[in-house]
Antibody
Framework: EVQLVESGGGLVQPGGSLKLSCAAS????????MSWVRQAPGKDLEWISF????????YHADSVKGRFTISRDNAKNSVYLQMNSLRADDTAVYYC???????WGQGTLVTVSS | DVVMTQSPLSLAVTLGQPASISCRSS???????????LHWFQQRPGQSPRRLIF???YRASGVPDRFSGSGSDTDFTLKISRVEAEDVGLYYC?????????FGQGTKVEIK
């Protein structure tokens, strides 16, 4: 069974940092590109980051560029999202998904508030 | 950035009747090789999104054949041939032809 399980969300103060993890199982992780997508409460989906299967190429949305960094560890079947300089408008459920969105995790909530 | 515009934003449909959602892109989504990189997602209440249609018209694994995607260049349509109760939720189009990838605003489908 394919699973993507996100972790690392929580409450953080503005300006703070958080690192999200996404553990994959049930498919050949190293063959798949991966993405992060977020959804603010009651709002639409927003694609934010993408990484190729080797990790050699990465893309980020302008809204997070310079603050968020996607990475992966194929030996651990995991993809990460390092989030720095967090702002209130980063509050959202963060989903990891396979590169072409075949598989999605259940999401992890990040709340940025003082 | 490519702007994806969906219409309508809300749709109430009688069970068993068809439904149609439009999505328009501000730029052509024709990618190298002639593929159109336009996807449709369903998000049921309280659930993660699920891919329904990829590359314009290919149904994802496990998706009922009452869902179909069509269109060309900048104008796309998701059709549900006969709406069922389990189809209630939000539907999003998304383009993957240009960075950054962008989603439409979402269309809420309800049962009348």
């Amino acid at each position: 069974e394919v699973q993507l399980v996100e972790s690392g969300g929580g409450l953080v103060q503005p300006g703070g940092s958080l690192k999200l993890s996404c553990a994959a199982s049930g498919f050949t992780f190293s063959s798949y590109e991966m993405s992060w997508v977020r959804q603010a409460p009651g709002k639409d989906l927003e694609w934010i980051s993408f990484i190729t299967n080797s990790g050699g190429s990465k893309y980020h949305a302008d809204s997070v560029k310079g603050r968020f960094t996607i990475s992966r560890d194929n030996a651990k079947n995991s993809v990460y999202l390092q989030m720095n300089s967090l702002r209130a408008d980063d509050t959202a459920v963060y989903y990891c998904a396979s590169g072409h969105f075949e598989y999605w995790g259940q999401g992890t909530l990040v709340t940025v508030s003082s | 950035d490519v702007v994806m515009t969906q219409s309508p934003l809300s749709l109430a449909v009688t069970l068993g009747q068809p439904a149609s959602i439009s999505c328009r892109s501000s730029q052509s989504l024709v990618y190298s090789g002639g593929n159109i990189i336009l996807h449709w997602f369903q998000q049921r209440p309280g659930q993660s999104p699920r891919r329904l249609i990829f590359n314009l018209s290919y149904r994802a694994s496990g998706v009922p054949d009452r869902f179909s995607g069509s269109g060309s260049d900048t104008d796309f349509t998701l059709k549900i041939s006969r709406v069922e109760a389990e189809d209630v939720g939000l539907y999003y189009c998304m383009q993957g032809a240009h960075w950054p990838w962008t989603f439409g605003q979402g269309t809420k489908v309800e049962i009348k």
